[in-house]
C-alpha cells in the first residue's frame, strides 16, 4: 500500500483558513486545530504554526480576550490580498512587453547605424549583441507569461468570485448580528462596531 502523500504548507495554509472562511465563526486555538485536523486532514501538531503564519501575514486576526487568544477572519482580507496579486501579475505582463519593445526599437536602431555606416564599430557590435540577447531574453520570459498567465488570472478570478460571495455572507451575518445586539441591548451601532471592533465602512462588495 502507497504512503498518503503529505499536504504542502500552502495546502494546509488554505485548509486552515478555510476553516474560517466557511463557518464565518471566532475560534479559540484548540477548536481551530480540532477543526482542522478531524474535517480538514491537518496533522494536530502543525495547526498552531500553520494559524501563526496566516496571522503574522495578515489573513488571520487574532485578539487576547480574557485569559483566552481568539482568531477570526474576514473574507475581505484575502479578497484584497488576491486582487492585488492579480493587479500585479496583470502589470508583469504589460511591464514585459514594454521592455521587449524597448529592447527591439534600440536593435533597430543599431543595425541602421551599422548600415548607414558600412562598418561596424566595437561600440557598435557590443550593442547590437547586448540588444538581441535582451531581446531574445524578454521575447521567452514574455511567452512563458502569457502560457501560465491564462490558467493563474483564471483560477485567481474564480477564487475572487468565491470569496466575495463569502464576504458579502460574512457581511450580513454581521449586520444581522448588530441589528440583534441593538434590540436587545439598547445599544447604537456606532457603540456595537467600538465594542466588537467592526471596521465603519463595511459594506457589501460589487
Not at 22 to 44: A, H
Not at 82 to 89: A, F, M, S
Not at 91 to 107: C, F, G, I, S, W
Amino acid at each position: 500500500m502507497s504512503k498518503r502523500k503529505g499536504m504542502s504548507l500552502e495546502e494546509k495554509r488554505q485548509k486552515v483558513l478555510s476553516v474560517f472562511h466557511e463557518r464565518k465563526e471566532v475560534f479559540p486555538l484548540k477548536d481551530v486545530e480540532s477543526i482542522s485536523s478531524k474535517e480538514k486532514g491537518v496533522v494536530l501538531q502543525t495547526v498552531k504554526d500553520v494559524l501563526k503564519g496566516l496571522v503574522d501575514d495578515g489573513l488571520v486576526d487574532s485578539d487576547k480576550i480574557g485569559t483566552s487568544i481568539y482568531f477570526w477572519a474576514f473574507p475581505s482580507k484575502a479578497l484584497m490580498r488576491l486582487k492585488v496579486r492579480l493587479t500585479n501579475l496583470r502589470k508583469l505582463v504589460d511591464e514585459a512587453e514594454t521592455t521587449r519593445v524597448n529592447a527591439q526599437r534600440a536593435l533597430a536602431e543599431e543595425q541602421k547605424k551599422l548600415d548607414l555606416s558600412g562598418s561596424a564599430t566595437p561600440d557598435m557590435l557590443l550593442n547590437l549583441s547586448k540588444y538581441a540577447e535582451q531581446q531574445r531574453l524578454l521575447t521567452q520570459k514574455l511567452r512563458n507569461i502569457e502560457q501560465n498567465d491564462p490558467i493563474t488570472i483564471q483560477r485567481l478570478q474564480e477564487d475572487l468570485a468565491e470569496i466575495k460571495a463569502a464576504t458579502n455572507r460574512w457581511t450580513d451575518n454581521i449586520f444581522t448580528l448588530r441589528s440583534w445586539i441593538r434590540h436587545r441591548s439598547g445599544m447604537t451601532d456606532a457603540d456595537i462596531e467600538r465594542a466588537f471592533e467592526i471596521p465603519v465602512e463595511l459594506d457589501y462588495v460589487e
